[in-house]
């Protein structure tokens, strides 16, 4: 009898191995958001906000979202920009800045002359064009979109560590207004700008922090190598913030889109329900700041200087006798705010330029879109009720999260850093002829974002 029952047992097991084997597998996206994109796919000839999601989610993100990037399987001639990265990231950073301008031109000329080095001997720069050149006639086969992702970030971060030079960032590579990059650096930018639909030559959200995590959720191109605990957990657990940020994020932007469907097609209460579900996971997304921005997970006394410097850019190009200059990035490029000011109806945060310099067309697509169709400003009096409840909640959620970001901010950008000028790495530096100090400088800000709060409604 146990003889037959473990037969029996043994049977089942090699069956049932077998049928699951033969069932298709779902091609299932790190985040378990399988269905959600079946229904856009049913969806993209109804509405264009669900076509857009879908083009954002297949091509920018590689068939994920946040994006999915791969840093290991690059074509050969490729491969020597993450190993020089890697290879001098440990003389990036130095514990204690020098406030001496010669000592530190001198590390920086050296960080500046083995990165060349380093690159001249190992790239075959004809070979690299080829290659985005190949990728640009649409032969995606040769770099596929993840490894294309992983390629936009590692030629972002060596670009980053080429202007600086020397983290912290100091005074005399702040007042460097043009920079003369190698040109393995230069050869592959423009492709990968035009590709991604942006004009900068500095980077972005998107390249710099979202690129920058593998398929195994690690970051790849660390700013801090070697040194204290502190700073490197305080580095991790900022760029770490964004992502998760955008990975809560994309179930959000698929109720946006089913809102507007819903309240196109006169259903409201669907489109009650899903208003209900974007309150709902807004609450939990925006936990992912109120957690971590905090003493204890960031810590005031290395974010400046450790962590936010790298992120600046503040240099440009000559043209026509003119400087045009270029930003470095902030939380301004995340997308969730964009799409759901767009969604709540609001003028957009950003000027037009800055949209096409920093922020990827089709994640610009995406909040054009939404704003197109943003129906709060529709709502009838009464009879949409529900529907305006809903937007209501949403809207406080959002104020809660402007108020506590510009209380939570300044402590950070108030640190002491006498080994360079006030500046953020979003607007770069800010201490001028028409600023006289830190605090001055630091008031435009705060002012800044005191009139996002209020413009909040
Ligand atoms: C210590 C960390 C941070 C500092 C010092 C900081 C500082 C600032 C400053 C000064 C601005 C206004 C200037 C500009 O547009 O660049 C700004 C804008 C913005 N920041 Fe931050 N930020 C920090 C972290 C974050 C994080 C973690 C997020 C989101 C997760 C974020 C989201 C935003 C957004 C969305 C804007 C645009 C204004 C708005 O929509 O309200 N920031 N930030």
Same mark, same amino acid.
């Given at each position: 009898?146990?003889? #037959?029952?473990?037969?029996?047992?043994?049977?089942?097991?090699? =069956?049932?191995?077998?049928?699951?084997?033969?069932?298709?597998?779902?091609?299932?996206?790190?985040?378990?958001?399988?269905?959600?994109?079946?229904?856009?796919?049913?969806?993209?000839?109804?509405?264009?906000?669900?076509?857009?999601?879908?083009?954002?989610?297949?091509?920018?993100?590689?068939?994920?979202?946040?994006?999915?990037?791969?840093?290991?399987?690059?074509?050969?001639?490729?491969?020597?920009?993450?190993?020089?990265?890697?290879?001098?990231?440990?003389?990036?950073?130095?514990?204690?800045?020098? =406030?001496?301008?010669?000592?530190?031109?001198?590390?920086?000329?050296?960080?500046?002359?083995?990165?060349?080095?380093?690159?001249?001997?190992?790239?075959?720069?004809?070979?690299?064009?080829?290659?985005?050149?190949?990728?640009?006639?649409?032969?995606?086969?040769?770099?596929?979109?993840?490894?294309?992702?992983?390629?936009?970030?590692?030629?972002?971060?060596?670009?980053?560590?080429?202007?600086?030079?020397?983290?912290?960032?100091?005074?005399?590579?702040?007042?460097?207004?043009?920079?003369?990059?190698?040109?393995?650096?230069?050869?592959?930018?423009?492709?990968?700008?035009?590709?991604?639909?942006?004009?900068?030559?500095?980077?972005?959200?998107?390249?710099?922090?979202?690129?920058n995590f593998?398929?195994?959720?690690e970051r790849v191109y660390k700013?801090?190598?070697?040194?204290?605990?502190?700073?490197?957990?305080?580095?991790e657990?900022?760029f770490r913030? #964004?992502?998760?940020?955008?990975?809560?994020?994309?179930?959000?932007?698929?109720?946006?889109?089913?809102?507007?469907?819903?309240?196109?097609?006169?259903?409201?209460?669907?489109?009650?329900?899903?208003?209900?579900?974007?309150?709902?996971?807004?609450?939990?997304?925006?936990?992912?700041?109120?957690?971590?921005?905090?003493?204890?997970?960031?810590?005031?006394?290395?974010?400046?200087?450790?962590?936010?410097?790298?992120?600046?850019?503040?240099?440009?190009?000559?043209?026509?006798?003119?400087?045009?200059?270029?930003?470095?990035?902030?939380?301004?490029?995340?997308?969730?705010?964009?799409?759901?000011?767009?969604?709540?109806?609001?003028?957009?945060?950003?000027?037009?330029?800055?949209?096409?310099?920093?922020?990827?067309?089709?994640?610009?697509?995406?909040?054009?879109?939404?704003?197109?169709?943003?129906?709060?400003?529709?709502?009838?009096?009464?009879?949409?009720?529900?529907?305006?409840?809903?937007?209501?909640?949403?809207?406080?959620?959002?104020?809660?999260?402007?108020?506590?970001?510009?209380?939570?901010?300044?402590?950070?950008?108030?640190?002491?850093?006498?080994?360079?000028?006030?500046?953020?790495?979003?607007?770069?530096?800010?201490?001028?002829?028409?600023?006289?100090?830190?605090?001055?400088?630091?008031?435009?800000?705060?002012?800044?974002?005191?009139?996002?709060?209020?413009?909040?409604?």
């Open positions: 009898m146990i003889f #037959f029952l473990c037969f029996l047992g043994a049977l089942i097991i090699v =069956l049932g191995s077998l049928f699951l084997r033969r069932r298709p597998r779902p091609v299932e996206d790190k985040t378990g958001n399988v269905l959600k994109i079946q229904d856009l796919r049913t969806l993209k000839d109804r509405h264009e906000t669900a076509s857009i999601l879908l083009e954002l989610f297949d091509k920018d993100g590689a068939g994920a979202w946040p994006p999915k990037a791969n840093h290991d399987s690059w074509p050969l001639a490729l491969r020597p920009y993450k190993d020089i990265y890697l290879e001098l990231a440990p003389l990036l950073t130095t514990t204690e800045p020098s =406030l001496d301008d010669n000592v530190n031109n001198k590390r920086r000329n050296k960080y500046r002359s083995l990165m060349r080095k380093l690159l001249t001997e190992r790239i075959n720069i004809a070979q690299v064009e080829e290659i985005m050149a190949a990728v640009e006639a649409g032969n995606w086969d040769i770099l596929p979109r993840d490894a294309y992702n992983g390629f936009y970030a590692c030629v972002a971060v060596c670009r980053y560590a080429y202007r600086w030079a020397i983290i912290p960032v100091v005074k005399v590579a702040q007042l460097e207004k043009v920079v003369d990059f190698p040109q393995e650096l230069d050869a592959p930018w423009p492709y990968l700008q035009r590709n991604f639909g942006v004009t900068a030559e500095s980077g972005n959200n998107t390249a710099n922090v979202l690129h593998n398929e195994r959720g700013i801090n190598v070697g040194m204290s605990y502190l700073i490197r957990s305080s580095e657990v900022f913030m #964004f992502y998760d940020l955008e990975v809560l994020a994309f179930p959000i932007y698929y109720e946006m889109v089913r809102a507007v469907i819903c309240f196109e097609e006169n259903d409201k209460v669907s489109c009650v329900n899903h208003l209900e579900n974007i309150a709902f996971r807004l609450r939990h997304l925006l936990r992912v700041f109120y957690e971590n921005l905090t003493e204890s997970r960031i810590s005031h006394s290395v974010w400046l200087r450790y962590v936010q410097g790298f992120q600046g850019w503040g240099v440009g190009r000559m043209v026509d006798g003119e400087l045009i200059k270029y930003d470095g990035l902030s939380g301004n490029h995340v997308l969730f705010f964009q799409a759901l000011d767009a969604f709540l109806g609001m003028d957009r945060y950003l000027t037009d330029e800055n949209m096409i310099r920093y922020i990827p067309i089709n994640q610009r697509e995406l909040c054009i879109a939404l704003n197109e169709h943003s129906f709060r400003n529709k709502l009838k009096e009464h009879s949409d009720m529900k529907i305006e409840d809903e937007v209501r909640k949403i809207v406080n959620h959002l104020k809660v999260f402007r108020a506590a970001h510009k209380a939570r901010v300044m402590p950070y950008l108030e640190q002491p850093a006498p080994e360079r000028l006030t500046m953020t790495a979003g607007k770069s530096v800010l201490e001028g002829p028409t600023t006289k100090d830190t605090k001055e400088a630091l008031k435009v800000l705060d002012q800044m974002l005191a009139t996002r709060l209020k413009e909040t409604v």
